[in-house]
């Protein structure tokens, strides 16, 4: 089975630093699951209004409210098979400090 990101690129994946393809090389074939670590030098929000919607957002890890610079992150990819059969991969990223983070989950079919 090819892996999502593979199958997307088709043969531009070949292209790609050996590095990346590890990173994007992420499935159930290839055995392994991905943790990175680092710093983002800015993160910003919208305008005022937006609070209050990213703060919602908050509750479901769909949307982050911080705003600020050299904020410490890690995202974490972890291939599954869903419940139809399909490859999934979820991304779970997580911003700022342990003791209060935020997180952004999402999942790739």
């Known amino acids: 089975m090819t892996g999502i990101f593979e199958t997307a690129l088709g043969d531009d994946f070949a292209r790609l630093h050996p590095m990346m393809r590890r990173r994007f090389g992420v499935g159930l074939e290839a055995g392994y699951a991905c943790v990175g670590t ?18 919602v957002g908050r509750i479901r890890n769909i949307l982050v409210p911080i705003q600020g610079t050299d ?7 972890y291939p599954y098979l869903d419940p139809l059969g399909r490859e999934t991969i979820t991304f779970v990223r997580t911003y700022g400090a342990v003791s209060r983070p935020h997180r952004f989950d999402a999942t790739m079919i």
């Open 38 to 55: 680092g710093v983002m030098s800015r993160i910003r929000r919208g305008p005022w209004w937006t609070i209050p919607f990213l703060w």
């Open 71 to 77: 904020v410490p992150f890690t995202v974490e990819n």
